[in-house]
């Protein structure tokens, strides 16, 4: 069935450093895949998303690419900042209007 | 700029007693949309709507009805509320079911 693994479910890492947050689907047919990011307190917020094989998604530092083979869309960003401790959602558009979500994963930066 | 509004925020119900959230949109979206968070389970499909008058079941639709009375308006409903049901719950719209617009979500606790 339709599913998204994100396979860390904490992450920590200090000021500057590289993530990487990994995510694999499993769904039929050719979905849409998207990242969104919750804040305390908050509702999730879109990031971004790509629609097509080895198409790049990006927004505020954060990028994904899209890869069908591996059917991955891993989030990465160069250098963290305290400000990007929030939780980390990925998911996909089943076709039918229907979104599937991962369990998401909690980054903690530490100044 | 899009807008999502939940009511109330907050709410302590009985087990057994009957709970209404509600949800109000003015992105003049069609699509609108009923979650559940809890941790470990990230979000879940509840009901869905992609026109007023009709509702769509979701991945955990037992325990809960929808109803959506006009486009703009789109209400969850617990008719029996059980302990299980204690979570915090998002409404989100979206335009062609592709990018979602969450709103601040609504604490439940079933006592």
């Known amino acids: 069935g339709d599913s998204v693994t994100q396979t860390e479910g904490q992450v920590a890492l200090s000021e500057e450093d590289f993530l990487t947050i990994h995510c694999n689907y499993s769904?039929?047919?050719?979905?849409?895949l998207f990242w969104y990011v919750q804040y305390p307190g908050e509702g999730p917020q879109f990031l971004f998303r790509?629609?097509?094989?080895?198409e790049k998604g990006s927004s505020r530092g954060f990028e994904a690419t899209y890869n069908k083979e591996a059917t991955s869309f891993h989030l990465q960003k160069a250098s963290v900042q305290e400000s990007d401790s929030a939780v980390y959602y990925c998911a996909f558009n089943t076709g039918n209007y229907k979104y599937v979500f991962g369990a998401g994963t909690r980054l903690k930066v530490i100044a | 700029e899009a807008a999502v509004t939940q009511s109330p925020r907050s709410k302590v119900a009985v087990t057994g007693g009957k709970v209404t959230l509600s949800c109000h949109q003015t992105n003049n979206h069609d699509y609108m949309y009923w979650y559940r968070q809890d941790t470990g389970h990230g979000l879940r499909l509840i009901h869905y709507s992609y026109v007023a008058d009709s509702t769509e079941k979701g991945d955990i639709p037992d325990g809960y009805k929808a109803s959506r009375p006009s486009q703009e308006n789109f209400s969850l409903i617990l008719e029996l509320a059980s302990l299980s049901q204690t979570a915090v719950y998002f409404c989100a719209s979206s335009e062609d079911g592709d990018e979602q617009y969450f709103g601040p979500g609504t604490r439940l606790t079933v006592l």
């Open positions: 790509a629609s097509r094989d080895k």
């Open positions: 769904a039929s047919g050719y979905p849409a």
